[in-house]
């Protein structure tokens, strides 16, 4: 994502980096709800309903930073969690539940949360650098709110998950 050229600002990698955002946001509050039903786990449904809200108010703090920014970087971004996403798609649309779904499922979850606090970082640490403070407290937001939810619970999905597998 980030080439090294001397014709690339630091606002642009920027922009480059909200437009990640916004679209690993778009593809989750597009697979969370197939997540919700393919999961067959209580707490897990839960806690990827939590993750659909969250997704939900991320995304319209993204849309606050495109118009900070005077940019509208919208579009599928192809990345490798991004692939991680569609795979669980995939998975879930062509896959007869089993008790390897939710474990799965997390394993997708847990991939997707750690590239996003990675981003949302980035994106923290570009904006300030540029003095949009604006803009990087949205991000912070953003990411802080992310941090806050999986600190809360950080090993409760993983935990129901093995916990629903058969002892060897």
Partial sequence: MYPIASTKSLLDVLVEEVAELLSLETQLINILPEMIDAASD???KTAF????????????????????LGAFPFGEIERPVVVRIAD???WIKDSDPNDAMDPCLISAAIKVEHYLNACYLNACIFARHLGL???ASLLE???QKNISVTSKEPDLPLALAFAQQPAI
């Fill in 42 to 44: 209580p707490g897990i």
């Fill in 49 to 68: 309903s939590k993750r659909l809200m969250l997704s939900n108010q991320h995304f319209e703090r993204m849309e606050r930073v495109s118009d900070l």
């Fill in 88 to 90: 669980s798609d995939a």
């Fill in 133 to 135: 403070d604006e803009v």
């Fill in 141 to 143: 937001a953003n990411l």
